[in-house]
């Protein structure tokens, strides 16, 4: 009872904030108990997120505006060829994801849609090779500016195969491993003749839509930018191009 009664004047302590940081909360909770440890203090941190009192926005921000975690659909195609692969590779790891999954955030919607397969760069050729005898669709390895002009847009059923980043931010859902939407934030900015469609204001508009339904684990996709060398100027977009507190940015 007690523990509802804090849980409560802390939503009313922090209710008109967007966000805040651990050290506040550290000084909130100094209020009840003066000598709290620092263990007992990440257990409280820990239990006001099972309970989804809280959620992480950084390293060192929280907020009290629960958003659920993106989970993109995984239509029948994508599933099939993630079991295809899965089978034929079983000790590979790689994702699957298809650009439907942005639709939601967008505001123009393109005509066609692709499909991204990212595996270990050494397994792209036999993964291509692989899906060719599979007739699953157009394959493509790491396409050109040219050959995604001339080629991948123009085909009902693009494949594309990219080299799958190390300690790439992924998720499993329905048995499928597929993008997160930190990953699918950075790989959209990072890949700009892949993802034309989705670049400049569009690209501004997909971020603030997506940061206003979901949670977003700044720390989890800054680090991912690092590893794609593209955290400083990604931090500029979001800074000069979106609506994201700067608060978060510079955490």
């Known amino acids: 009872m007690e523990k509802d009664i804090i849980i409560e ?60 975690v993106f989970e993109p659909d995984i239509d029948k195609a994508v599933r ?36 991204i397969l990212q595996a270990e760069k050494e397994a792209l050729e036999p993964i291509y090779c692989f899906l060719k005898e599979q007739k699953l669709g157009d394959i493509f ?3 050109e500016k040219k050959e995604i002009e001339r080629y991948i847009y123009e085909s009902k059923n693009a494949i594309i195969l ?5 300690k790439s931010p992924i998720q499993k859902i329905n048995n499928t491993a597929t993008t997160t939407l930190e990953k699918l934030i950075v790989d959209l900015y990072s890949d700009k003749n892949l993802f034309a469609a989705f670049q400049g204001s569009e690209l501004a508009h997909i971020i603030n839509n997506a940061y206003g339904r ?38």
């Open 9 to 68: 004047q802390l939503r009313q302590y922090f209710g008109e904030r967007k966000s805040f940081s651990r050290k506040e909360l550290y000084v909130f909770y100094t209020q009840f108990k003066p000598d709290l440890k620092e263990t007992t203090f990440r257990w409280r941190i820990s239990n006001l997120k099972k309970k989804q009192v809280i959620t992480s926005i950084s390293r060192e921000l929280f907020t009290l505006s629960f958003k659920p």
């Open 80 to 115: 099939k060829i993630y079991v295809s692969v899965d089978k034929q590779f079983p000790m590979l790891k790689f994702c699957v994801w298809s650009t439907q999954i942005i639709s939601e955030f967008m505001l123009h919607l393109p005509a066609k849609h692709i499909t």
């Open 162 to 166: 990219l080299s799958l980043v190390s």
């Open 214 to 251: 979901y949670a977003i684990d700044f720390t989890k996709l800054f680090q991912y930018a690092k590893r794609r060398r593209k955290d400083i100027e990604l931090r500029d977009f979001f800074t000069n191009k979106t609506d994201i507190p700067n608060n978060i940015l510079n955490d």
């Open 141 to 143: 390895i790491q396409p």
